[in-house]
């Protein structure tokens, strides 16, 4: 079974440039979350999708920060302009349900990541 | 808000030895899942081990496992036999509702 996919791994730009990051979940999971992780931070989400609705979008900097899901399946993220504060890893995960049911787990599973520095 | 904390920043364990990484949550559902989550230096984060609050048996998965107090809200890792390929940040994170909360994570060392 094919992982969560991401791209680019790295991405350098200058402040106030744009920047998409690309995610394909696993195949046939519903739900679908960006997380951003400054170094030495844990994951903070900043939108999740079930299927191609928006589930929770509110740590998300709408000024600045979208993001959408066509079809349901595959993600972009974008940020534009971009600022010094926003060089982090932007996580994609991907789970099969939305809410914890037995037997459900409720797994998380992440892709790579897309390192993205702000110069 | 959910929140999931973890007080240890560091750990360091010797090889082959024996390293406990503490975890504590607040949630006021009865319906949640735990988890510890492996994060090693440049690499994906996988999922070490699970737990569901239902049950009161502590989860074990080969060298893991928890101790799991729910009246405490604490959910800690036991890590056996530590291994050089253990060195990662460790994440504790919880599932409630429909969201997932993660603790600041632990980084640990193992030492040859």
């Known amino acids: 079974e094919a992982g969560v996919a991401q791209s680019p791994r790295y991405k350098i730009i200058e402040k106030r440039q744009s920047v998409a990051f690309w995610c394909n979940p696993i195949s046939g999971h519903a739900t679908l979350y960006w997380y951003q992780q400054i170094l030495g931070q844990g994951p903070k989400l900043l939108i999740q999708f079930q299927n191609n609705g928006v589930v929770d979008d509110s740590q998300l900097p709408k000024d600045r920060f979208s993001a959408e899901r066509l079809k349901g399946v595959d993600s972009t993220l974008k940020i534009q302009p971009a600022k010094l504060e926003d060089s982090a890893v932007y996580l994609c995960?991907?789970?099969?349900?939305?809410?914890?049911?037995?037997?459900?787990?409720?797994?998380?599973?992440f892709g790579e990541g897309s390192r993205l520095t702000v110069l | 808000a959910q929140t999931v904390t973890q007080s240890q920043p560091e750990m360091s364990v010797q090889e082959a030895e024996t390293v406990t990484l503490s975890c504590t949550y607040d949630t006021s559902e009865s319906d949640y899942y735990l988890f510890w989550y492996k994060q090693p230096p440049s690499r994906q984060m996988i999922l070490v081990i699970r737990q569901e609050a239902y049950k009161q048996q502590n989860a074990t998965e080969n060298r893991f496992s928890v101790n799991f107090q729910k009246a405490a809200k604490s959910f800690s890792l036991k890590i056996s036999d530590s291994q050089l390929g253990d060195a990662a940040m460790y994440f504790c994170?919880?599932?409630?509702?429909?969201?997932?909360?993660f603790g600041t994570g632990t980084s640990l060392t193992v030492i040859p």
């Open positions: 995960a991907s789970s099969s349900k939305d809410r914890v049911s037995i037997p459900n787990t409720g797994e998380l599973f």
């Open positions: 994170a919880s599932f409630t509702g429909n969201q997932f909360y």
